[in-house]
């Protein structure tokens, strides 16, 4: 309940920027699908810029963010992973067959369930569009889980799975974003002296929670 005060209080900032590597993610999930087996290996600089840009906006925007909206920890911790593996892939330029699977799988599988808590969160904020976020970072996680064992399935293709994973994680946060979008709304809609009786409404709650 606490949260959702502070929503209705505090305008949600930037909420373009998961829109922007929501698209990032689709467009190359979108081109991965075109490309051979025999060069998905050096695709590991592209995945390196998309991770690292996708991090630095989601570091930028969760601390932009860290007053107003609710688990913007999430944001943060999937930013840091996001960019470290960026760096890591940018770092490792000749990596091989085996391990890049791996470790582009366990980003995707980590965002993917990201964006499956805040499928959640805003199913308790009353956004009749949760179901379409959860739905899509469900896909999500059963693709990027397939990636980091694709060895086991070998009727799959790697590729495939690489530009699903990517499709569906950009796709959740595309409609993430506009419903993020929504919650900035709120505090226009909310006059001066009912965001004050909120406010104070929700500090006593606070100091309740904290004597209990």
């Known amino acids: ?7 209705l209080t505090n305008a949600v900032k930037y909420w373009y920027l998961p829109l922007i590597f929501g698209i990032i993610f689709f467009v190359f ?6 490309v051979p087996l025999e060069t998905y290996v050096g695709l590991s600089f592209f995945f390196s810029i998309s991770f ?10 969760s601390i932009q963010n860290n007053k107003s909206l609710q688990g913007w ?6 930013g840091l992973l996001s960019t470290v ?18 470790v582009i799988g366990f980003a995707l599988l980590f965002r993917s369930f990201q964006l499956l808590g805040f499928a959640f969160d805003m199913k308790s904020l009353k956004l009749i569009n949760w179901g379409n976020v959860a739905l899509t970072s469900v896909v ?22 690489t530009a699903l994973s990517f ?18 709304k709120f505090p226009e809609k909310v006059s ?12 006593e709650i606070d100091a309740v929670t904290k004597r209990k």
């Not at 309940?1 to 929503?7: L, Y």
């Not at 996708?54 to 930028?60: A, K, P, T, V, Y």
């Not at 693709?143 to 799975?161: R, Y």
């Not at 909120?198 to 500090?203: K, M, T, V």
């Open 29 to 34: 999930g979108i081109y991965i699908f075109t």
């Open 73 to 78: 920890g999430w944001f943060l911790v999937d």
């Open 140 to 161: 999500g996680i059963l693709f990027s889980f397939l990636l980091i064992s694709s060895p086991i399935f070998t009727g799959l293709s790697l590729v495939a799975l």
């Open 167 to 184: 499709v569906f994680v950009g796709v959740s946060s595309v409609l993430l974003s506009f419903e993020i979008k929504k919650l900035k």
């Open 52 to 61: 690292l840009v996708s991090g630095i906006l989601e570091i930028f925007f």
């Open 1 to 7: 309940m606490t949260n959702f005060f502070q929503t």
């Open 85 to 102: 593996i960026g760096i890591y892939l940018i770092a490792n330029p000749v990596i091989s067959m085996t391990v890049l699977p791996f």
């Open 192 to 203: 001066k002296d009912l965001k004050d009786r909120i406010e104070s409404l929700r500090q």
